[in-house]
């Protein structure tokens, strides 16, 4: 597949510093990743970084170059004293730099090249696969086009007319304000780059050249993208090929081929799009990700050829037994993943090899995810590479602005603009299913008009206008396909809506610490901390059950996003060590309860339903005690004998009235027969009868999500799924089996949480 990639890059004649300068050296790193010390000091990372489309002939120029660090307004230095180690930036130890670069600093990198003597004739394109923040770029003294501007977006200048046909300079200045400008940061702020004391869910800043800098030829008039779209509906793939240097209205040929053999062809013009017959079409799901070559050629004298991949799939939103879920090929599969910062100890924002890249990754597979949140940072094309080929859906954030801040005029154009090439750099993968524009409110503005630009630009894919709408003053634009909502610990569930699929965009945060893998020792924080490996397999794989059993059949969940898949620097809720030397949870046990979720989400069943409006007797079902029902005394929950013999007030005591549940559509609450507004709800552990006060806590402890168990319906907790209405020495209380307290006793557990609805003692 895609036999570019295997090629090995062009070394560039002259490619190391310009001058000699004092021996370049690594900073030890705080932290010690497998690969730490595989990282090449000429040429690291050298595969090839454009996987989506490939020429064999370039070269790298990833390695040690010379390295400045001025005030932000001087000028180039007439010296550069010291070297440093691209594509890591200087933050980072692998940099060999590893200092805290501000808001007062400009950047400035230096090397020499010379042009291979085979690309005689050919434009030369010199290709950054992203550079934080201002970048402007001189050869042999000129500079190259206008200052890119921008953090996680590649870009490309043609240096033709700037070489000089033997030993060229590249000089390259970045000027990075990180928190202190208006751009996209993610979770980047200045701090030391150092391990410190902090409980911050915020990270270590990267400035300047964060991904691989490299050199290709090419035709004058070329090929600079393919916007593949799959449509299943009559087994074509729609493909619009792009182009520069007189390229457009130019004839090209797409072709997909599999194992070498064609499997269909269209001719038409760049610019346009095509339709490519894919017949007996192969689907691309997360279990089988299988992909077709692709390769698309200028014909005629404008002779260009570039090499890709496509998956088929499709992915919307639609009806699944009345509730609304994300559909993959059409068929509704939970999407269970973790949320991915994607941050190294010693690369920092860049990994310091590709299977390292590909390692975080291939973990989720291990541990029977099917889903990736990649959350508030754009990665290198050839992390996308890997999801495709390794078959995992993609959730992308685009990168926040800083929470603390209404963006200006000025800082909404950027982010756009930005936003709208991050799309078309990655609108052909098909592990991507699912841009996240805003998330929890930070830098938040015009959240509707925004998820309706983005469907707009990109209509294959699904849009989430704010993950997290329930948390920290976020706003929900009230548009796109999922409503989502974050819980900590969780996973707690997310309302029902007519129109958008309901999912959980973050939840866990289960912590345990690693003595000898912590970035600070004794630094480390969580949403929940756990005392031994055990609590922490139980409490994650109870969160899992909980899900399977009661929030995706009964509450409507689609999706739900694990907190976190690795430490990250002082947070210590990851499922992994942040140096990745430790996975501290069971892999097998975890894999399992994953597989069981997903396999139960392909055939959910329809929702147990309770005659809303109506009066209801709830039974015990435990053997032996089946002539008892829930009642309210005193205000609490109770089970008491109730028959035709019993008195008037125990029989209204004893009789309910199903009403909508408040947090939740497709759940219900229940209002006491002779107490109006006053719900049968649960409060610290104990089922009581109590009013509401309207509040989201309140509503979510008085809705019950029923699921169907042998012999009658089982009641979770909507704020609590995994945790269910049961009876125990005839008190009433909120349990969850084999937990801490006498009443979590497993003994019995099934049958003390089954209920049969009957009809009711009082009219």
């Known amino acids: 597949m895609v036999p570019a990639l ?29 690969w730490t010390n595989q990282v090449p000091v000429d040429h690291p990372l050298p595969e090839y970084p454009r996987p989506q489309l490939t020429r064999p002939d370039w070269a790298d120029l990833n390695g040690i170059w010379d390295f400045a660090v001025t005030s932000r307004d001087a000028g180039q230095p007439t010296t550069f004293g010291e070297q440093i180690r691209v594509p890591f930036v200087p933050e980072s130890a ?48 000129r500079q190259a086009g206008a200052a890119h501007r921008g953090g996680y977006d590649a870009f490309s200048y043609d240096i033709t007319p700037l070489l000089n046909g033997g030993t060229n300079t590249i000089v390259i200045s970045v000027y990075d304000p990180t928190e202190t400008g208006g751009q996209a940061i993610g979770k980047q702020r200045i701090q030391d780059v150092t391990p410190h004391p902090g409980k911050s869910i915020v990270y270590t800043a990267s400035s ?68 490519v017959p894919v017949p007996n079409t192969h689907l691309w799901t997360p279990e089988d990700p299988f992909l077709y070559d692709v390769t698309a050629e200028l014909t005629g004298t404008a002779a260009d050829k570039v090499g890709s991949y496509t998956g088929m799939r499709s992915i919307a939103v639609k009806d699944v037994g009345g509730v609304r879920r994300p559909v993959l090929n059409g068929k509704f599969v939970f999407q269970t993943g973790t949320l ?54 993609v959730w992308q954030d685009m990168p926040s602005m800083d929470s603390g801040k209404t963006p200006d005029t000025a800082a909404r154009t950027q982010w756009e603009s930005e936003y709208r090439a991050i799309i078309d750099q990655h609108r052909s993968s098909p592990s991507l299913i699912q841009w996240v524009d805003q998330n929890e409110g930070w830098g938040q503005y015009d959240q509707a008009r925004i998820a309706d630009m983005v469907k707009a630009y990109d209509p294959a894919r699904l849009v989430d206008n704010m993950s997290g709408v329930n948390c920290c003053a976020a706003k929900d634009g009230g548009n796109g396909d999922v409503i989502d909502n974050h819980n900590y610990v969780g996973p707690g569930n997310t309302p029902t809506e007519p129109v958008r699929a309901s999912v959980l965009g973050e939840y866990g945060g289960l912590g345990y610490r690693v003595p000898g893998h912590e970035w600070y020792p004794g630094g480390g924080f969580s949403y929940e901390d756990q005392p031994t490996t055990t609590a922490l397999n139980n409490r994650l794989v109870g969160l899992l059950d909980g899900m399977r059993e009661n929030t995706m059949p009964a509450g409507g969940l689609s999706a739900s996003v694990y907190t976190q898949i690795t430490d990250v620097e002082n947070e210590a809720n990851g499922l992994m060590s942040y140096d990745r030397q430790v996975v501290k949870v069971d892999q097998a046990r975890v894999r399992a309860a994953n597989q069981a979720l997903i396999a139960a989400s392909r055939s959910p069943g329809a929702t147990v339903k309770l005659p809303v409006g109506q009066n209801v007797s709830i039974r015990v079902t435990t053997p032996g005690y089946t002539d008892r029902y829930i009642r309210h005394y005193d205000g609490l929950g109770f089970t008491e004998v109730v028959n035709s013999a019993s008195g008037d007030l125990l029989k209204q005591d004893a009789t309910w009235t199903v009403r909508p549940g408040p947090a939740n559509k497709l759940c219900y609450s229940f209002e006491s027969r002779n107490y109006p507004g006053e719900y ?84």
């Open 94 to 141: 692998l940099s060999g730099v590893q200092r805290k670069i501000t808001q007062n600093d400009k950047l400035w990198y230096k090397r020499t090249f010379t042009v291979p003597s085979g690309w005689s004739g050919r434009h030369i394109q010199l290709n950054f696969g992203a550079s934080d923040w201002e970048t402007t770029v001189w050869v042999n003294g």
């Open 6 to 34: 295997a090629a090995t890059a062009l070394l560039v004649s002259g490619a190391g510093p310009s001058h000699a300068a004092p021996a370049w050296d690594p900073k030890p790193s705080p932290m010690t990743t497998p």
């Open 340 to 393: 991915d910062q994607g941050y190294w100890p010693d690369g920092i924002y860049t990994a310091p090899t590709d299977e390292a890249l590909k390692y975080d990754l291939q973990k989720h597979k291990d541990l029977g995810f099917n889903m990736v949140r990649k959350h508030i940072k754009v990665e290198p094309q050839r992390w996308f590479y890997w999801a495709d080929r390794l078959g995992l859906l």
């Open 680 to 763: 049968l709800r649960h409060r610290e552990f104990r089922v009581r009868r109590e009013a509401g006060d309207g509040s989201t806590v309140s509503k979510e402890d008085a809705t019950w999500c029923p699921v169907q168990g042998s012999g009658g319906v089982r009641m979770s907790a909507a704020g609590f799924p995994g945790q269910y209405l049961r009876h125990i020495n005839a008190e009433l209380w909120l349990a969850q089996s084999g937990s801490t307290h006498a009443w979590d006793n497993p003994a019995g557990f099934t049958e003390d949480t089954t209920w049969a609805i009957e009809p009711p003692w009082a009219p």
């Open 208 to 275: 300047g050249i964060w991904q691989t800098v490299w050199l290709e030829p090419t035709a004058t008039a070329h090929i600079t993208r393919l916007d593949m779209v799959p449509r299943l509906e009559d087994n074509t793939l729609r493909v619009t090929v792009r182009g520069a240097g007189g390229a457009d209205g130019t004839s090209v040929k797409v072709t997909v081929s599999s194992g070498g053999t064609t499997v269909g062809s269209a001719t038409g013009t760049v610019g346009s799009e095509l339709s």
